[in-house]
């Protein structure tokens, strides 16, 4: 899944891929919203994102597209 953070004050947004499904990315940003914490995400590379809960401006989810390389055919 595509994560997109938006961040307060911060001039771009965050990107990553995380592994986890939806519904366990879902619960975990609510429950670091809730509970005012720390959003803690980790990458397909292991890499590991952590961002205040009171500085979250927005949460984008998507899935991720699959770029296909070289050229296509429409018929």
């Not at 995380?18 to 519904?23: C, D, I, T």
């Not at 509970?35 to 980790?42: K, M, S, T, Y």
């Amino acid at each position: 899944m595509e994560v997109k953070i938006g961040v307060q004050y911060a001039p771009r947004e965050l990107v990553l891929e995380s592994k986890l499904s939806p519904k366990d990315l879902s619960e975990t940003i609510e429950q670091a919203v809730t509970n005012g914490g720390v959003l803690r995400l980790e990458d397909e590379k292991g890499r590991q994102v952590y961002v205040p809960a009171e500085k979250i401006a927005y949460v984008e989810v998507a899935a991720s597209n699959v770029r296909s390389v070289g050229f296509t055919v429409d018929a």
